[in-house]
């Protein structure tokens, strides 16, 4: 890969994490002398004629190529693991399902991206999941008509009609005009972070693609939410 990737003093974090999870397991087993190429992109349509395996975070759902699946930076990093995990594994035990709230709940950003495709048609098996990754506009200016071709614009226009979606943005990590903030604060649809330990004192939890493929399914099962996934066109690890 071009880039940080190619560098001997890559300081990407995704990729320390990796060296510090392969220096670990090299040292428990011997691994063996082999060309392999690791990108942290989210987006890796580009690399679909590399002639040596693909380590990634996400992959195509098609074409399947060489690429191999890796775990996500917190998952490699065992401090991460730890930091990430351990508060919400001891919070969702004491949390009995009786007394979650009856709702789904959803916090983030307005990170995410439109991809080329019709999301309904390829659920419907009318549109393969490869067209969706051949254009995908991760910085555009978020507006009020572009809102609903974002998972996460859709997800909070239906909270605004379905009873029982708790959804809203803590902020906003992408370009957003004035018109959508003003309605977003209008519906009250900017709402206070939440820890993820603290969303497991809800019944239901949902996944959601940002700029890659949604990676907080295992934290949102692993505090005993019932967690919708949302189809992708991205497949990660254990996904």
């Known amino acids: 890969v071009g880039g940080k990737e190619a560098r001997a003093d890559n300081d990407c974090s ?13 040292r428990l087993r011997p691994l063996p002398d082999m060309d392999f190429v690791v990108t942290a992109y989210n987006h890796n349509q580009q690399m679909l004629e590399v002639e040596v395996p693909v380590f990634a975070r996400h992959r195509p759902k ?31 035990t004491t949390r009995d399902w009786e007394g979650r709230a009856r709702e789904l709940i959803w916090r983030g950003t307005n990170s995410n991206c439109q991809h080329a495709c019709d999301i309904a048609a390829v659920t419907k098996g009318e549109v393969p999941w490869g067209e969706c990754l051949k254009e995908t506009l991760c910085w555009p200016e978020w507006t009020l008509p572009n809102m609903h071709r ?15 979606i ?46 890659g ?27």
């Open 213 to 239: 493929n949604g990676d907080r399914v295992y934290w949102q099962m692993a505090g005993g939410s019932a967690t919708l996934v949302a189809d992708s066109p991205q497949l990660s690890w254990l996904a």
């Open 166 to 211: 708790d959804a809203g943005f803590t902020g906003l990590s992408q370009p957003m005009n004035l018109e959508l903030r003003q309605f977003l604060e209008a519906n009250d649809l900017f709402r206070a972070p939440l820890d993820p330990k603290e969303q497991a004192a809800w019944a239901y939890a949902i996944n959601l693609d940002g700029t």
């Open 62 to 92: 098609e074409p399947r190529s060489l690429y191999a699946l890796l775990p996500m930076e917190w998952q490699l990093h065992p401090w991460q693991v730890g930091k990430q995990m351990a508060g919400i594994l001891r919070y969702g």
């Open 14 to 26: 995704y990729i320390r994490a990796l060296k510090e999870a392969l220096h670990i397991i090299g």
């Open 150 to 164: 974002y998972p996460r614009g859709r997800l909070l226009l239906q909270s605004l009609l379905v009873e029982g």
